[in-house]
């Protein structure tokens, strides 16, 4: 396994080619992407470890994301069995990768239980003491406000204690499944590969960002055209669910324009 280092722009690169094996086949990751979602919820039902299951599920079923794209990229049509593949290999890999999975969650909930300090529930409270509605003559409310600004600091919080969370396991799975990394050098590697192209990564952050906002904006301009508001919120959920599709439709890019097998030579640069 060797490590590449990529230009800027393949960060750009990565997203087009989300965008573009998403549109391919829209209805298999539409499908598979729900299921995920589906199996982390009805996991997060089960009683005292339902939450921490359905976070350590998260890196296995994100492999079986990548391995869809791979399939799809490889002209072939994505099953819904594609999604467990990671825990059906070996006995290691399979322990490896639920490993992996332990230590997702366990980085998660630490992060939620810390990030919740810094709000300690007071927006929960003023929305819940209010009917559960929120009006503009809240919104003036100086109590609101400072909920309000209390709600930011922890998701500023959260995001900051994440970003370290993300680089570790951003590649850390595939690792696994993939090349049969041990769970502590595929942490390791994972790290290595996003610092050493942080500048396609960040392209590629901000690239998903900048889609998310001008799909959004365009969505509010069209419902205020047609005097539609409720167009507006009607259609936010199925436009974030799609992109997020296409988002993990693109992570097998990601994976593999930056890690190549030792006999292979390097890909070429994406554009």
Partial sequence: MKLNIVPARTGAQWVREGMRVFLRQPLAFAGLFFMFLA??????????????LALALIPAVT???????????EGRFPMPAVLVVALRRSPSQTRAMLVLG??????????????????????ARFVAKHG???TPEMMADPEMQ?????????????????????VLFWHAPA?????????????????????????????YGLAWIALTTVCSLALLLLA?????????????????LMIAAMFYASLWFTFRDSFSADDAPAPPAAG
């Fill in 63 to 73: 492999v079986g994301l990548m391995a869809a794209t791979q399939q799809a990229v």
């Fill in 146 to 166: 400072a909920a309000a600004r209390a709600s930011m600091q922890q998701l500023m919080l959260a995001g900051l204690l994440y970003t370290p969370v993300a």
């Fill in 175 to 203: 690792l696994v499944h993939w090349h049969q990394v041990p769970v502590g050098k595929s942490l390791f590697f994972s790290a290595v590969a996003v610092l050493r192209n942080t500048p396609a990564y960040l392209i």
């Fill in 102 to 123: 332990g230590l997702y969650a366990l980085a998660l909930l630490l992060i939620i239980a810390i990030s919740t300090w810094a709000d300690d529930g007071q927006m």
């Fill in 132 to 134: 559960g509605r929120v």
């Fill in 224 to 240: 205020a055209l047609v005097g539609r508001m409720g167009l507006a919120m009607s259609g936010m959920l199925p436009l974030s």
């Fill in 39 to 52: 199996a982390t919820a009805v996991a997060a039902l089960l009683p005292v470890v339902g939450d921490a």
